[in-house]
């Protein structure tokens, strides 16, 4: 089992460029999260999914766009990248439905700079 | 809104010495409360939780307390070793989706 991975490692942009962050988990989880993490302030949710064609903004939605076409994928969209969108974007999944267990899963992450 | 507070934010103690990390939150809906470590260049990673219907739980060198009246709840690491030395997140959970608050972080350094 890989567990939760993420694409790409690292990325560059310049402002007003768009692109696609790929998560992907092989644990047959039913909920996925992406959260990003700036230096002081902890993660901090951006959008979540619990389930195969279902999305919810999460606390800074602002800028983002996701979907979750297939259930183990979950794709973070920038479609028009600004400097405060410079982050590490983490990825995460767990279980959800009818299962008693909470854990969240996380994927190593994606550091993102944008000029 | 939920909210967690963490503290302190950075932590140095002598290896073999014991690590207190204190939470407290907001909402008092929230029932779920994990602890997550975070290694340089990694994702965090689950190293315990506790539900609100718990007190206190154990697991070797880690436990973690919570006080559902005060709103807060603790870790503590037992026994340091240098490979403790990460940043380590509290969190608190609550509502179907499960969806977590992180608290700021505490960057512990265990000293040899």
């Known amino acids: 089992n890989a567990g939760v991975t993420q694409t790409p490692k690292f990325r560059v942009l310049k402002t007003g460029q768009s692109m696609t962050l790929l998560c992907a988990q092989d644990?047959?989880?039913?909920?996925m999260y992406w959260y990003r993490q700036d230096p002081g302030m902890g993660l901090r949710l951006i959008h979540y999914?619990?389930?195969?064609?279902?999305?919810a903004k999460g606390e800074v939605p602002d800028g983002y766009n996701v979907s979750r076409l297939k259930k183990q994928n979950f794709l973070l969209g920038l479609e028009s990248a600004a400097p405060s969108q410079t982050s590490v974007y983490f990825c995460?999944?767990?279980?959800?439905?009818?299962?008693?267990?909470?854990?969240?899963?996380f994927g190593p992450g994606t550091r993102l700079t944008v000029l | 809104g939920e909210n967690v507070e963490q503290h302190p934010s950075t932590l140095s103690v002598q290896e073999g010495d014991s690590a207190v990390i204190k939470c407290t939150y907001s909402?008092?809906?929230?029932?779920?409360f994990p602890w997550y470590k975070q290694e340089l260049g990694k994702g965090p990673q689950l190293i315990i939780d506790?539900?609100?219907?718990?007190g206190e739980k154990k697991d070797q060198r880690i436990a973690v307390t919570l006080n559902k009246t005060a709103k807060h709840f603790s870790l503590h690491i037992t026994e340091t070793q240098p490979e403790d030395s990460a940043v380590y997140f509290c969190a608190a959970s609550m509502g179907s989706a499960r969806q977590l608050t992180f608290g700021s972080g505490t960057q512990l350094t265990v000293l040899p």
């Open positions: 999914s619990v389930g195969e064609g279902t999305t």
């Open positions: 995460a999944s767990t279980s959800g439905g009818t299962s008693a267990a909470n854990e969240q899963f």
């Open positions: 506790i539900r609100s219907n718990v």
């Open positions: 644990m047959n989880h039913e909920y």
């Open positions: 909402d008092s809906a929230s029932n779920y």
